[in-house]
Nanobody, 122 residues
Framework: QVRVVESGGGFVQAGGSLRLSCAAS????????MGWYRQAPGKQRELVAR???????NYADSVKGRFTISRDNPKNTVYLQMNSLKPADTAVYYC????????????????WGQGTQVTVSS
């Protein structure tokens, strides 16, 4: 069983900060890339940031300069530090862990967390 669990969401005023955490676990699962996605009401799910096992990162233009993604490989955990939050950042944030499932004998499989709500008020 592969589990992806997010935490750290909450309510914050505009200009405030939050740090999201995502822990991935499961035997036979080798993580390559982990990413944060978000979905606002009535909107499509979009990529926020992603990070490879080697530390390469990508950010959506809307969050670049404000959000920072990082990971702790030994703990199989990825973080999203969100600063200067705006009401437009309000969404459910989902963590995705992609890698190889050795038990299934496949590569490039992704697992989603259940999501954590981030609400930014003006």
């Amino acid at each position: 069983q592969v589990r992806v669990v997010e935490s750290g969401g909450g309510f914050v005023q505009a200009g405030g900060s939050l740090r999201l955490s995502c822990a991935a676990s499961g035997s036979g699962f080798s993580i390559n890339t982990m990413g944060w996605y978000r979905q606002a009401p009535g909107k499509q799910r979009e990529l926020v940031a992603r990070i490879t096992s080697g530390g390469s990162t990508n950010y959506a233009d809307s969050v670049k300069g404000r959000f920072t993604i990082s990971r702790d490989n030994p703990k199989n955990t990825v973080y999203l530090q969100m600063n200067s939050l705006k009401p437009a950042d309000t969404a459910v944030y989902y963590c995705n862990a992609e890698g190889s499932n050795w038990r299934m004998g496949v590569r490039n499989v992704g697992y989603w967390g259940q999501g954590t709500q981030v609400t930014v008020s003006s």
